[in-house]
Nanobody
Framework: QVQLVESGGGLSQPGGSLRLSCAAS????????MSWYRQAPAKERELVAA???????NYADSVKGRFTISRDNALNTVYLQMSSLKPEDTAVYYC??????????????WGKGTLVTVSS
């Protein structure tokens, strides 16, 4: 079984910064792609940023230049540094991990989500 623990959400003023973390624990061999998604009220969930096992990153156009995704493989953790936050960044943020199980089976897990609110 794999558990994901997210942290770092909260309230920020426009222009502020927040850092999200998502740590995986449990029994597995490795983690491939690590991603952050978000879902705003009455909107569909969308990909915010992703990072491959080799460190290749991609971002939604709406966050390019403001958000940075990174990973610490030793800690099985993915981070999302969010800067220059805008009210439209308000959403529940979810991490998504593509994991190779202990028997080398492919698995995917979602975090429970952490709320980010950007408001003055």
């Amino acid at each position: 079984q794999v558990q994901l623990v997210e942290s770092g959400g909260g309230l920020s003023q426009p222009g502020g910064s927040l850092r999200l973390s998502c740590a995986a624990s449990g029994s597995f061999s490795s983690i491939n792609r690590m991603s952050w998604y978000r879902q705003a009220p009455a909107k569909e969930r969308e990909l915010v940023a992703a990072i491959s096992s080799g460190g290749y990153t991609n971002y939604a156009d709406s966050v390019k230049g403001r958000f940075t995704i990174s990973r610490d493989n030793a800690l099985n953790t993915v981070y999302l540094q969010m800067s220059s936050l805008k009210p439209e960044d308000t959403a529940v943020y979810y991490c998504h991990l593509e994991i190779v199980g202990s028997r080398f089976q492919p698995m995917a897990y979602w975090g429970k989500g952490t709320l980010v609110t950007v408001s003055s």
